[in-house]
Structure formats: structure tokens, C-alpha cells
């Protein structure tokens, strides 16, 4: 941390850093010392040069504080907290995934496959109207899952459609590839979209973590309507 330290004619010390720039701290050199002298008066002499130490350590001091206390250190201690959560997020999506019996496809995997022309089935698993109708992945057919653990099927939370009408979007092939995808990687309705696919025997189910968001974060085309 850059920090900067000096005096100005009337003895007031300043301590200089990114928050606390023309901040003075502590007395006047006037008030260490004897008392007697004004102002620079008292940096002559073996006893001026003596006050001159005892101010610049005092202030010095004073200036890691201010230091220790800015935005720059709460960063720092941010930063530790903040990998906390991301570890909770990572252990999260693991066993997801463990307990989905699926696998994971990235953004730059998923496009490649489709340049490739890889054979596979896109669903996306967002509301119909406020999400896949203004913006999908090219080429993804839309079927509505919901955010909590779907653990027994409910018509209610997928607008009505049945685990046969699921069927009839993937496909009787169960080798074809299937990738799931919602919103964004907090998201988990592609987790429930992904886990009944494989619960109703497709071997080869990928789940887009990083779903419409991380597609458009990566700069790539998407399509709207239908």
C-alpha cells in the first residue's frame, strides 16, 4: 500500500494513502515537545531532530492504522470470506451432479459441438415467455422445470406436461446426446431437467452449468421466438 508522509508549516503531519489523501493525524510538532517552540522551530538542534523522531514514529503509527483499517485491507479479509461461499457453490453443483447422475458440458464445449453438428437434443428449461421466447441457445426446444428438487414428477411445476411428453421431446433414442440448461449456474431446474433424463434411462445426459447467461457472457449468437 503506497503511503506518503510530511509536514506543513504550521506542524500538522500528514499521512497520505489511497483513502485518506491531506488526512492529518495526531498534534502539532508545537505540542511534543517543551511546548515552547511554534512551527518548525523546534526541528533545529539535537532536541529539534529528537521531537522530529518522536513525531514521525507517532505518525508512522498512526498511518498503518489508517492503512490496516481501509477499503484496501476489509478487501483483503472479503476475499477469504468470499472464497467460503464459493467453495459452498462448487461442493453444491458436485453433488448435484452426483446425485443427478449426469455429466457437464462448458460453454466452449457446447458450441463447439454445435459447429461441429454434433447430433443432440438442447432443452432449456426457463419460463417460456420471460426467458426462452426473448433469448435461447440456437437450435434448444423449451420444457419447463422447476427450481426445487423435483424428486416425484409434478404437472404443476412443468406447466401441465407429463413424463411422457418429456419423452416425446428427447427422443426413443436413449445414446442420443441430451444437454439441459437454465439460467445461470446457481440455477436448478436444468439439475431437475437433467436428473429425470437420466432417471428415465438416457446414457448420455450433459448439463450446461453455465445455461443462457454464460452463453451470452461468451459473446455468442442466440436465437428468439418460436
Not at 80 to 100: I, N, P, T, Y
Not at 173 to 187: E, N, Q
Request: charged share 25%; with cysteine; hydrophobic share 35%.
Amino acid at each position: 500500500m503506497h503511503r506518503a508522509e510530511r509536514f506543513d508549516p504550521s506542524g500538522r503531519f500528514y499521512c497520505q494513502n489511497g483513502q485518506n489523501s491531506g488526512s492529518w493525524f495526531g498534534p502539532r510538532v508545537s505540542e511534543i515537545g517543551t511546548g515552547t517552540g511554534i512551527g518548525y522551530s523546534l526541528l533545529t538542534g539535537e532536541k529539534g531532530m529528537k521531537n522530529v523522531k518522536q513525531v514521525v514514529k507517532w505518525m508512522v503509527l498512526a498511518c498503518l492504522v489508517v492503512g490496516v483499517s481501509s477499503p484496501a485491507f476489509a478487501f483483503m479479509g472479503n476475499k477469504f470470506e468470499k472464497e467460503v461461499k464459493k467453495e459452498a457453490g462448487a461442493v453444491k453443483l458436485v453433488r448435484e451432479v452426483q446425485r443427478g447422475n449426469y455429466d457437464v458440458v462448458t460453454t466452449d464445449e457446447l458450441k463447439k459441438w454445435i459447429d461441429e453438428g454434433k447430433e443432440m437434443v438442447i432443452v432449456d428449461t426457463m419460463p417460456y415467455e420471460a426467458s426462452y421466447k426473448k433469448n435461447h441457445v440456437p437450435g434448444a426446444v423449451q420444457f419447463l422445470f422447476p427450481i426445487p428438487d423435483m424428486n416425484q414428477w409434478d404437472t404443476g411445476a412443468t406447466e401441465g406436461k407429463s413424463q411422457a411428453d418429456y419423452v416425446n421431446l428427447l427422443g426413443t433414442d436413449k445414446d442420443k446426446i441430451l444437454v439441459i440448461y437454465c439460467g445461470f449456474v446457481k440455477c436448478t431446474r436444468s439439475h431437475n431437467g437433467a436428473a429425470w433424463a437420466a432417471q428415465l434411462g438416457y446414457k448420455h445426459v450433459y448439463r450446461y452449468t453455465g445455461g443462457i447467461f454464460a452463453w451470452k457472457g461468451a459473446g455468442y449468437d442466440v436465437e428468439s421466438g418460436k
